[in-house]
């Protein structure tokens, strides 16, 4: 059973910067998309950010050039930095972790990410 661990959410100022980390465990051997979602209150969760297996990533336009998503396979982890944070960015956000051919489709427990004065 895969399982997924987050960590770095937190209350930072507008302005600010936070890196949220997910680590997987458990006998995976290959993890195809690595994924950011974030989800408001009210509102539908949404895709941040991706990057595939080969390095390229997708950024949505509310996060673009803010934000960067990266991942080492050997640790099986997935970092997302964010920086110039805005109190719109308030949301859980919850890290995707999808194996080739759908072998497994798995999602962290989420963080809670707030921005506010």
């Known amino acids: 059973q895969v399982q997924l661990v987050e960590s770095g959410g937190g209350l930072v100022q507008p302005g600010g910067s936070l890196r949220l980390s997910c680590e997987a465990s458990?006998?995976?051997?290959?993890?195809?998309?690595m994924a950011w979602y974030r989800q408001a209150p009210g509102k539908q969760r949404e895709l941040a950010a991706a990057?595939?297996?080969?390095?390229?990533?997708t950024y949505t336009d509310f996060v673009k050039d803010r934000f960067t998503v990266s991942r080492d396979n050997a640790k099986k982890t997935v970092w997302l930095q964010m920086n110039s944070l805005k109190p719109e960015d308030t949301a859980v956000y919850y890290c995707?972790?999808?194996?080739?051919?759908?072998?497994?489709?798995?999602w962290g427990q989420g963080t809670q990410v707030t921005v506010s004065s």
């Open positions: 995707n972790l999808r194996g080739p051919l759908g072998k497994f489709n798995s």
């Open positions: 458990g006998g995976i051997i290959r993890i195809s998309t």
């Open positions: 990057i595939t297996s080969d390095g390229v990533t």
